[in-house]
């Protein structure tokens, strides 16, 4: 059974950071595009973040470029997420996907297409 667990989201104060992880167990190859999304409260989800487990190039938002960072970890499967210097516009449930069909991180339109592995998410509170 495919699963992505999330953890690591919480409450903190504006100017702070947060690191979230995604544990990916079942799948049945690592080599695998694996994104961070995001949706905040009355609007649609967004994709933030996105990198490949078997490559180095990494896409960012404009919004969260050069404040947050994407890693991978292949001897653990999981994929963390540091977030620093975090802004009340960043309060949001954390999603992490997984697309492992031709797996790519070239967003279609501005948005990620065809990731069809979800986490349940974690949800990140930032106070001002």
């Known amino acids: 059974e495919v699963q992505l667990v999330e953890s690591g989201g919480g409450l903190v104060q504006a100017g702070n950071s947060l690191r979230l992880s995604c544990a990916a167990t079942?799948?049945?190859?690592?080599?695998?595009?694996i994104a961070w999304f995001r949706q905040a409260p009355g609007r649609d989800r967004e994709g933030v973040s996105c990198m490949l487990t078997y490559g180095e190039n990494t896409y960012y938002a404009n919004s969260v470029r050069d404040r947050f960072a994407i890693s991978y970890d292949n001897g653990q499967n999981t994929v963390y997420y540091q977030m620093n210097n975090l802004q009340h516009k960043d309060t949001a449930v954390y999603y992490c996907a997984v697309l492992t069909r031709y797996p790519t991180c070239k967003p279609i339109g501005g948005r990620f297409l065809g990731f069809d592995s979800w986490g349940q998410g974690t949800k990140v509170t930032v106070s001002s």
């Open positions: 079942g799948f049945a190859t690592n080599r695998y595009a």
